[in-house]
């Protein structure tokens, strides 16, 4: 009898027809019953004759499934078993109470992001360097685009495209068509309505690959970014599109859907586009994975019940993670920052930061209970640059060096993350357990003092709970435990940015 473990992929494929448009004409759908849930999920055509369909057990035991359609392969029954999972797998992660994540296995998710808009449509050796720069870093979320994206630094075809066709000849573009959100999309032969297998599948191969790692991809399934026409499909061809995704990608314990990547400049979409998909996503996605949607300008309400938590991009030049807090009681949902600005050094302003400062940003979020996440944008030297933020490759900067310790902080959270909490500390940020019982002492705090320099700070909670003391120097790596104590006490520190002092309740 097969065999998956539990939040594993289990498929099932058949051989059908393969005349005339088996994406559109044809259907496959499988029902998979166990002794705690019973899951009927939309199958999919591979190409070549191949249908095929995907589930994800949330339960050990023994499992049977029914497959059927029209797809003209007729029907088929079968039996397996889920087995515990291995080592590293805890399951998809889902929202934790109001503003954090958890895997299901309830083991906390504190997610540190990083953004490569296409690095899966690179070669195969930079598929590898970024593969490694991954295995390196302490990255746990990475986001990326499914289709194809034009922007500057990347004005190169793909590896492959989404549907079968051709592209314009790369000869008649005009300086018109690499313009910055306008593009002309005449000259394109892409059908929308008949998919590129292959494309799909190195996709997924990809996604397989980050769960490898324990890293989320963050799909982002449509952008504006575009000169082949897929940001201006119809309702149906878009509609086709997401159920395609779905039946493809939804069984991949580690996806996450991101309707779009700045989804207020699409030419052709309206809110009513947006709330449908939305909805598309909810009934078709049996196992519920977390759904976003990312802004440019203008915020989404967020407060949408299809939303499970907030992708956002900076709307300030300079205040980003400062306005965490706000964002926490306007939407209610955990607070991704999924753009802040990146680190690099190209022209345009969002793309310069200096390391300190994406430091400096990442810290400031977390620690009033948000989530940040990570960009580079260094310019190589040549004709064909490479920059992390869109093509992957190795990572140059240093900003990433430090979220190491930054998630070992955050994973010695007690609960399920942080909350901001006002110490009437003008100069500092301090953290709390999220939704700890009352109590007029806290057990954990954790106080982040950005750019400000004190050379020391007196801390006082009640005269007797003891304390453990840690001070954390954020940008050089460094912790020292500097012992225990009670009552009025004070702790030294060396007048420099970046520090952080962890105060930990010893009993």
């Known amino acids: 009898m097969d065999t998956v473990e539990r939040w594993g992929l289990f498929e099932v494929s058949a051989e059908g027809a393969s005349s005339g448009n088996p994406f559109v004409e044809r259907h496959i759908q499988a029902t998979f019953e166990g002794a705690h849930e019973r899951v009927t999920v939309e199958g999919f055509y591979d190409g070549d004759g191949v249908y095929r369909a995907r589930f994800m057990p949330s339960y050990e035991g023994e499992y049977r499934y029914v497959l059927d359609g029209d797809y003209g392969g007729g029907r088929r029954e079968g039996r397996f078993t889920v087995t515990p999972p291995r080592a590293g797998n805890h399951g998809p992660v889902r929202v934790a109470g109001t503003w954090h994540f958890a895997y299901a296995d309830g083991t906390p998710y504190h997610s540190i992001g990083t953004t490569c808009y296409v690095w899966e449509l690179q070669s195969d050796a930079r598929i590898a360097e970024t593969l490694q720069s ?42 018109e068509n690499f313009g910055e959100y306008t593009f002309k999309t005449e000259g394109n032969h892409f059908d929308y309505t008949r998919f590129n297998p292959a494309h799909f599948r190195h996709v997924e191969r990809c996604i397989g690959e980050l769960q490898k790692l324990g890293i989320e991809a963050d799909l982002i399934l449509l952008h504006p970014y575009d000169r082949w026409g897929f940001c201006s499909m119809t309702k149906e061809q878009d509609d086709l599109y997401f159920r395609y995704a779905v039946a493809r990608f939804a069984a991949y314990r580690n996806v996450w859907w991101s309707l779009a990547n700045e989804y207020d400049l699409f030419p052709t979409k309206d809110l009513t586009d947006w709330e449908r998909l939305g909805r598309l ?44 807090n706000e964002w926490r009681e306007r939407f209610r949902k955990p607070v991704v920052l999924d753009e802040i600005a990146y680190e690099g050094n190209i022209q345009h302003g969002w793309g310069n930061l200096s390391p300190q400062e994406m430091t400096r940003r990442f810290w400031e979020a977390a620690c009033r209970g948000g989530y940040p996440g990570h960009g580079e944008t260094y310019l ?14 190795k990572l140059r900067g240093e900003s990433w060096k430090r979220f190491r310790l930054l998630s070992d902080i955050l994973k010695q959270t007690p609960g399920p993350g942080l909350a901001p909490y006002d110490r009437c500390g003008w100069d500092e940020v301090c953290a709390v357990p999220e939704n700890e019982p009352f109590q007029p002492v806290k057990s954990y705090y954790l106080y982040y003092y950005s750019f400000m320099r004190p050379s020391f700070r007196e801390f006082y909670f009640d005269d007797t709970t003891p304390f453990e003391v840690r001070v954390i120097d954020t940008w050089e790596m460094t912790v020292e435990d500097r012992g225990v104590f009670s009552g009025r006490f004070r702790v030294e520190l060396p007048g420099k940015e970046y520090m952080a002092i962890q105060i930990r309740r010893a009993d």
């Open 281 to 324: 996503l909810v009934e078709r996605d049996p196992y519920g994975h977390l759904r976003s949607i990312h802004n440019c300008i203008a915020f989404y309400d967020h407060t949408r019940p299809w939303i499970t938590h907030c992708s956002i991009q900076r709307q300030d030049l300079y205040k980003t993670a400062e306005l965490v």
């Open 134 to 175: 991954l295995r390196e870093s302490a990255f746990n979320k990475l986001r990326f685009c499914v289709f194809p994206k034009h922007y500057d630094y990347n004005l190169s075809e793909p590896r492959s495209y989404p549907y079968e066709g051709t592209p314009m000849d790369s000869s008649v573009l005009t300086r």
């Open 380 to 393: 190589d030297e040549g004709d064909n640059p490479a920059l992390w933020w869109s093509h992957g490759c």
